[in-house]
């Protein structure tokens, strides 16, 4: 219900109904056109539009070209706390992981990931750019740089799976801890179209950093994950409790 003397915005009310709506639908079920909205609830197109907006941005929505407005697909809920691979992540959500492999060569570190890598400067990484999916849709652009003296016989075969598969049980390493950075960033051109995003969408930059059990750094890896299909969450507790 909307009523429209009231102090909380109208297209605000619209949002909350729509959301109530939609708990009675699926994934990828149409909602009303903004003209239907307009005459059942007696508002301006322009006050919908802009309800309709706020929800697309929030991942809520999508629109499709010519097509209308859809119920969108919920997001990957991610945990911050625990260190978890890609494939691992997925699968407990029980949706497939996939992997396309853009790119898998050697190459003599830079400066900046020797650096972050703590090796010399020419020492050869693997550098790894993977596209990875769940149930076939794109969810995040990796490149990760890999020491070649911790993983001489890395293949692509192997990075196609989990490359903490590998780590763990074919290596018997004890992957330890990592940190993590997060910055929202707008997706460029060439993201875009891997990840089947318009241009200039939100998406979320990663940067990690693994380590050994032994302390020393096996990956840096900067991942772009599309904004509309996460949500990171975070546990905290209050530093005097
Ligand atoms: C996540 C992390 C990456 C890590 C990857 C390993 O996506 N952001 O830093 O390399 O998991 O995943 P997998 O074992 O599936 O290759």
Redesign the pocket.
Known sequence: MIIKDSHIPIYFQLEMEIKELIKDLQPGDPISSEREFSEKYDISRMTVRQAINNLVNEGILVRKRGKGTFVAEPKVEQPLSGLT???EDMRSRGLT?KTKILDFQVIPSNRSVAGKLMIQEGEFVYEVRRL?LADDIPM?L?T?YLPLSLMKDLTKEI?NA????YIENDLKQQISHATQTLESSLSQKQESMLLQLKDGAPVLL?E?Y?YLGSGIPF?Y?K?IYRGDRYKFVIDMKRANQ
Do not use: G, H, N, T
């Not at 989990?162 to 598969?165: A, C, H, N, R, V």
């Open positions: 691979s890609f494939s992981p990875r995040a990796e990760s990075v989990s490359l903490y598969d990663i990690r693994s990956e890896v991942s």
